[in-house]
């Protein structure tokens, strides 16, 4: 959980899809909330309805949501509570679903990935193609 | 009614506190508050950001302190006034 006083809240969601993808957005989102670079929540609090979840999106500075595939249900879990956040679809980012092996390389590369375009994003410098949402 | 206010205790959760029983006071409603302090607890409620407050037991807002007026239209709408 985030303080109200730490500031800068960056929440984080994977859509944990059955695909290798899936498996792969759901580690690189627990990593990231491991390594401080936001905060893992539950997608499936949202997709539920459940007040707290929903108004704590709405209450944080940032939404991040990372998808396996281009579906893009956690980045839609999201836009139905009427949050817009920053997206991240692993297969724009060079992963194919079904051909991802889920090893901790391909983690660690996602989530190197996501913080770096995030960087360049909150300049106003966003890599093309990184399914980042300001382009 | 039940005020709860989910927070581990910094003055923002002090002042929603106050803005929650100030706004309950005038709008002549019973009430009480309840302080939910421990992480587990609120993160049971689904939030993930404080401070946050609850109305009989259902979150609506978190991670910020709402204006007198959200919390007085909140405090009306809830059917148990």
Same mark, same amino acid.
């Given at each position: 959980?985030?303080?109200?006083?730490?500031?800068?809240?960056?929440?984080i969601?994977?859509?944990?899809?059955?695909?290798?993808?899936?498996?792969?957005a759901?580690?690189?989102?627990?990593?990231?909330?491991?390594?401080?670079?936001?905060?893992?929540?539950?997608?499936?609090?949202?997709?539920?309805?459940?007040?707290?979840f929903?108004?704590?999106?709405?209450?944080?500075?940032?939404?991040?949501?990372?998808?396996?595939?281009?579906?893009?249900?956690?980045?839609?879990?999201?836009?139905?509570?009427?949050?817009?956040?920053?997206?991240?679809?692993?297969t724009?980012?060079?992963?194919?679903?079904?051909?991802?092996?889920?090893?901790?390389?391909?983690?660690?590369?996602?989530?190197?990935?996501?913080?770096?375009?995030?960087?360049?994003?909150?300049?106003g410098?966003?890599?093309?193609?990184?399914?980042?949402?300001?382009? | 009614?039940?005020?709860?206010?989910?927070?581990?205790g910094?003055?923002?959760?002090?002042?929603?506190?106050?803005?929650?029983?100030e706004t309950?006071?005038?709008?002549?409603?019973?009430?009480?508050?309840? *302080? #939910? @302090?421990?992480?587990n607890? +609120?993160?049971?409620?689904?939030?993930?950001?404080?401070?946050a &407050?609850?109305?009989?037991? *259902? #979150? @609506?807002?978190?991670?910020? +302190?709402?204006?007198?007026?959200?919390?007085?239209?909140?405090? &009306?709408?809830?059917?148990? *006034?």
């Amino acid at each position: 959980m985030t303080d109200c006083c730490s500031g800068g809240t960056k929440l984080i969601y994977p859509c944990s899809g059955c695909a290798d993808v899936g498996e792969i957005a759901d580690n690189a989102a627990r990593k990231l909330s491991r390594d401080n670079f936001g905060k893992m929540t539950c997608l499936a609090g949202v997709g539920a309805r459940i007040p707290g979840f929903i108004e704590s999106a709405k209450g944080a500075d940032e939404n991040i949501t990372i998808d396996g595939c281009p579906v893009a249900c956690a980045r839609k879990t999201l836009e139905c509570v009427g949050v817009k956040p920053s997206s991240f679809v692993l297969t724009e980012m060079g992963l194919a679903k079904g051909k991802t092996p889920v090893t901790a390389e391909a983690v660690k590369d996602i989530c190197a990935k996501i913080m770096k375009t995030h960087q360049n994003a909150d300049t106003g410098n966003c890599a093309p193609g990184s399914g980042c949402c300001c382009g | 009614m039940k005020l709860e206010i989910l927070g581990t205790g910094c003055p923002k959760c002090k002042k929603l506190t106050e803005l929650a029983q100030e706004t309950a006071t005038e709008l002549g409603l019973s009430f009480e508050i309840v *302080k #939910v @302090v421990q992480i587990n607890d +609120i993160m049971n409620y689904g939030v993930m950001i404080t401070p946050a &407050l609850a109305i009989d037991g *259902k #979150v @609506v807002v978190a991670g910020r +302190i709402p204006s007198k007026e959200e919390i007085k239209k909140w405090l &009306l709408e809830n059917p148990t *006034k």
